[in-house]
């Protein structure tokens, strides 16, 4: 039930992501989930393989795949801060409000990967509230879902803004979104970023 409420709720932000890719793209997914935005592109998109750790997610999606018919999207089950996944360059890589779920070590390495894969890399992300309510709705929201510690780092770092701000040779484009603490990030890259 969650996932649903989740889905319908982030629907709208969704969207704002489908239009910032351009048709006939080949697009990874990090942190995919249910696969609910590939879904979404699955129409636009030339190619499309999203990317979880939960079984469960990729189960359901790959489900729904085969149930729809759908040829051009696959899901892949693998730990993002572990396994190795496309090393080739696509014209978009996306994760969407996961990263602050991540060490704050483990977002930094994989969004620098994705930025050197990717001709374009689109983050959705949580950004710095604006006023107390917002500031308490937050934390609220990432008290009770498990991850606090987690975020508590994200935003002692200054939260997307900071992640962003930490690596060098990109230049990102913001853009809000009806929610005032969530925001999408439209990244490039100036030159090739070095893995170390």
């Not at 879904?39 to 990729?58: M, P, R």
């Not at 704050?104 to 710095?128: H, P, R, W």
């Not at 809000?176 to 990244?187: A, G, H, W």
């Amino acid at each position: 039930m969650k996932g649903i409420i989740a889905d319908k709720y982030l629907l709208p932000i969704r969207e704002q992501i489908i239009d910032l890719i351009l048709p006939n793209a080949d697009v990874l997914d990090f942190g995919c989930g249910n696969g609910d935005l590939l879904f979404k592109l699955s129409h636009k998109i030339k190619e499309g393989i999203g990317f979880d750790n939960s079984k469960a997610l990729i189960s359901y999606a790959m489900k729904k795949k085969a149930l729809n018919g759908i040829s051009n999207i696959d899901f892949k089950l693998i730990d993002l801060c572990k396994d190795s996944f496309p090393n080739r360059l696509v014209n978009y890589s996306i994760a969407s409000l996961f990263l602050h779920v991540l060490s704050k070590n483990d977002a930094y390495f994989l969004l620098k990967q994705m930025i050197n894969i990717s001709e374009v890399t689109i983050v959705c992300g949580l950004s710095k509230p604006e006023n107390l309510r917002q500031s308490f709705l937050l934390y609220m929201d990432q008290k009770f879902s498990g991850h606090y510690s987690k975020f508590k780092v994200y935003k002692e770092n200054n939260y997307m803004e900071g992640l962003l701000e930490s690596l060098s040779h990109i230049c990102y484009e913001s853009y809000s979104t009806f929610d005032p603490v969530i925001k999408i990030y439209k990244i490039t890259k100036l030159n090739k970023i070095q893995l170390s």
